[in-house]
């Protein structure tokens, strides 16, 4: 397949993702474009789709399992500046998917702005983040979301609410199609009690993660009533290994990829887990990574 000469430019053939995801392993996209704005992405997906191609947008890289063999398909990251910025208006922040979910947060914050601090820490773009409908401490993204902007695969956009995204715990309704955009609609607070909040939480969050370690993943969701985290430990399960991958010791929902690991050891360890954990608890452990 090639893509239309106008796009020759933008698309990338071959182009290795292990650099573009947390866990650095896994092989090449078969195309990969970061158009530069809404018209360029437009153009690309519309060629792909017409191509019978499979699309996917990476936002962070950081709950992407790529496997050994890549991804044969298109690959499109939108870290362009037309496509993460950040735009407030009254109690509203506007945040492109490719913006960091960070920035968003920080953005939000400093507007005195609240509904996202809970967010501060969790790795990864605006996009990952509404998809996965990303949480911490009981609170999700979705519950903030106003209206999202989707991109359909003849390149069309349209404006959905917050509703018919739906919004489950870990979960949307979403799955397969392109966020171009998310509105938020939050509360006006005080700046600097919000500041120090958000400081209060990063610092508990950077206590409970492996400190040093960088290529790492969150691969479960947590189950009703427990966190994965005790759910693990109780199974005896902390510091686990296959090859050279390992659940965390001190705090086993993160799994780690050390030097030599590869995409099929990862697989090997999450199918290992989740096979004890519903042997001695009855528990079906769901994945949170997606798996590419
Ligand atoms: C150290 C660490 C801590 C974490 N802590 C938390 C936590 O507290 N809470 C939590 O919920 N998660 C957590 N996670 C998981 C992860 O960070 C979140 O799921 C995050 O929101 C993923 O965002 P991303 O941009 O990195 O997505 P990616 O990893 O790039 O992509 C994940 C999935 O989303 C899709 N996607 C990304 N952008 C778009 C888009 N614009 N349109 C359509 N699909 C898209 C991708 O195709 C892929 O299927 C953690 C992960 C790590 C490594």
Redesign the pocket.
């Known amino acids: 397949m090639s893509f239309p000469e106008e796009l020759d430019h933008l698309v990338r053939t071959d182009e290795p993702l292990a650099p573009l ?2 866990l650095g392993i896994g092989g090449p996209a078969r195309y990969f474009a970061e158009p530069v704005d809404e018209q360029e992405l437009s153009k690309v997906y519309k060629a792909a789709d017409e191509a019978g191609m499979a699309i ?9 399992l790529v496997r050994e063999a890549g991804f044969d398909g298109l690959v499109i990251s ?1 870290a362009a500046a037309a496509t993460s910025e950040l735009v407030i208006d009254g109690n509203r922040l506007t945040a492109g ?2 913006a960091k ?1 960070s920035h968003a947060v920080i953005k939000s914050v400093g507007a005195g702005l609240g509904g996202l601090e809970h967010l501060v ?5 605006v ?3 509404v ?6 401490g009981g609170r999700d993204i979705g519950s903030v979301v106003e209206s999202i902007t989707i991109i359909e695969s003849d390149g069309s956009t349209r404006v959905i609410s917050q509703e018919d995204a739906g919004f489950s715990h ?1 979960k949307t309704t ?1 799955v397969g ?4 955009k998310t509105t938020f609609l939050l509360e006006p607070r005080d700046v600097s009690a919000l500041t120090k909040r958000m400081q209060k939480l990063w610092i508990g ?1 950077n206590s409970s ?1 492996p400190s040093e370690q960088r290529r ?3 691969p479960f969701v947590d189950p009703d009533g427990m966190p994965a985290k005790d759910l693990l430990q109780s199974c005896g399960l902390a510091g686990v290994r296959e090859g050279d991958v390992s659940l965390d010791s001190a705090h086993p929902h ?1 799994l780690i990829a050390h030097n030599e690991a590869t995409s099929d050891q990862c697989l090997r360890l999450i199918e290992r887990v989740r096979e004890q954990v519903l042997l001695q608890t009855g528990v079906d452990l769901q994945l ?1 990574l ?1 798996i ?1």
Not at 56 to 64: A, E, F, H, K, M
Not at 131 to 136: D, F, P, V
Request: aromatic fraction near 6%; charge should be positive; charged fraction near 10%.
């Open positions: 995801v947390w996917r947008i990476l936002g962070g890289g950081s709950n992407v939108l998917a490719g979910l820490g969790i790795p990864g773009t996009g990952g983040a998809i996965g409908n990303a949480s911490n870990r979403l199609m392109g966020i171009l969050r993660r790492i993943a969150m993160y949170n997606q590419w």
